[in-house]
């Protein structure tokens, strides 16, 4: 018999549907920006206020991210969440390895892969990113190192598997983290070639993330950066991250007819791989690539999953790879992903049925989440309270300033 | 003692800090909710959907799919 404590509140969801805490699988939460030098005793340039960062995520529903590029802070900002200071979701940690002299941990030696996995592990991360310029023999180590450990592995197919892609297929490589790291290795964007990197991923076991709307933003915003200023999400966007994707965008900055037709083309051969990759049977998990320029987390989810459908998903498997498919993968399906007597309620109430139109999911009549349940008046409070204090701050902050700052 | 003194205090106005957002909304942080009439897309193994249920939540996990609603309950 389970014991309740004398008051319970009573939510009437007549005409209404629950569904489980969404997971965008791939993300980027911002941390403090030093722009200066940065020394041990030096506060940071900027500090962001996490709840702030939070509040677009929980105001959509997803209760879950995995975020693939996480530093110390990153563990700070999942450390308040859990101890509830911060209304946010449950924060996934990867750390990024990579080689040459990019961002995240360094490795350019088998050795040095097997070290920082391990050095990964004793800091308490949960999964392995692998980024472009890794060379073959780390990478390979890396995965073999992070299954050693118990950690999955997600990331880029490295750039030095240029014409050999089939070698990228290791035992244990967990997902592929967007849909371009097969693209860039099809000439002509054809069923055959979208047929062979299904089967790739489906005998090798390998999750496929397309995170198709960052394709579809990066193609946006280099034709025109005023598919940035009119979004009605940018609002929700730190001002200094709005005046970056405004005023210092690479993607609009290397316009030209050639790049923005092979950007088109490519937006449409993402779709064709997920029709493709689903009828091989490979598992699709949903995932935003959200902190992209244009990309804004927790809006950006229920966008992806629209263009999931639009690629060949029905709104069951696209919300499967939101919710349950997802939590398989990252290991937490016990806890969460389903609507189950035992699970935690990560849950949204939902005004429409996202079964008949997956565009329902952003009908949010409220979110249950870490304990919390936030109603749909509330939700639309912090939302706005951020959009007002978002545009008084717009003049306060700016990009080439701050970098300007940079030695 | 000086130095537990400083801690203590710095630790309470990094909560007084944090907590503010939440305060002024006033989210409800309860122990036990039950969400009646409602139709559940479980979104579990078997795609099980659940109409017309009564989800009753405590301490933040799911206690039950149409169960009982505890005693004392209040609509919200």
């Known amino acids: 018999m389970v014991q309740f404590p004398k008051k319970a509140i009573i939510i009437d969801g007549k005409g209404k549907w629950l569904i489980p805490g969404l997971i965008d699988a791939h993300v980027h939460l911002p941390t403090d920006g030093y722009f200066g030098q940065k020394l041990p005793t030096q506060i940071p340039d900027l500090s962001f206020d996490m709840q702030d960062i939070m509040t677009p995520i929980i105001a959509n529903g997803v209760t879950t991210v995995l975020d693939l590029n996480s530093t110390m802070e990153t563990f700070g900002q999942k450390k308040a969440i859990e101890k509830g200071y911060i209304v946010g979701p449950r924060i996934a940690l990867a750390a990024n390895i990579n080689g040459d002299k990019g961002q995240g941990k360094i490795a350019n030696t088998a050795e040095e892969g097997r070290i920082m996995v391990r050095i990964a592990k004793a800091e308490g991360y949960d999964f392995i990113k692998l980024y472009s310029k890794l060379n073959i023999e780390t990478y390979n180590a890396i995965i073999d190192e992070a299954h050693k450990q118990g950690l999955k592995t997600i990331g880029h197919i490295p750039n030095a598997f240029e014409g050999k892609l089939e070698q990228a297929f290791v035992p244990h490589f967990g997902m592929v983290a967007h849909a371009e790291e097969f693209s860039k290795h099809s000439e002509n964007f054809s069923i055959e070639d979208a047929q062979k990197f299904a089967k790739l991923s489906k005998d090798n076991g390998t999750y496929l993330s397309p995170t198709l709307t960052t394709m579809v933003w990066i193609a946006n915003q280099t034709n025109s950066i005023d598919s940035i200023k009119n979004s009605p999400t940018l609002k929700y966007v730190h001002p200094l991250l709005q005046s970056k994707w405004l005023t210092a965008n690479n993607y609009n900055k290397n316009f030209t007819v050639k790049n923005l037709s092979y950007l088109e083309e490519m937006v449409k051969f993402h779709f064709l791989l997920v029709k493709v990759f689903k009828d091989a049977g490979v598992p699709i998990i949903a995932g935003t690539d959200a902190g992209v320029s244009g990309v804004v987390a927790g809006f950006s989810l229920h966008d992806e999953l629209e263009l999931l459908v639009q690629a060949g998903l029905t709104p069951q498997e696209a919300l499967n790879s939101a919710t349950l498919l997802s939590a398989q993968w990252l290991g937490i399906d016990k806890q969460i992903g389903s609507i189950e007597t035992g699970k935690y309620a990560d849950l949204i109430l939902l005004d429409k049925n996202p079964i008949t139109d997956i565009k329902n999911t952003r009908k949010i009549a409220g979110v249950f989440v870490n304990g919390n349940w936030i109603d749909k008046n509330k939700l639309n409070f912090m939302l706005a309270d951020l959009a007002k204090r978002n545009i008084e701050n717009k003049d306060k902050f700016d990009w080439k300033t701050m970098m300007s700052k940079r030695k | ?76």
């Open chain 2, 1 to 76: 003692m000086k130095n537990i003194l400083i801690l203590v205090i710095l630790t309470f106005s990094t909560f007084l800090a944090f907590g503010q957002n939440i305060k002024d909304i006033q989210i409800k942080r309860q122990k036990a909710f039950a969400i009646k009439n409602v139709n559940v897309i479980t979104m579990n193994a078997t795609r099980t959907f659940i109409e017309n249920a009564t989800v009753v939540i405590s301490d933040n996990i799911i206690q039950s799919i149409n169960g009982t609603i505890p005693k004392k309950s209040y609509h919200y």
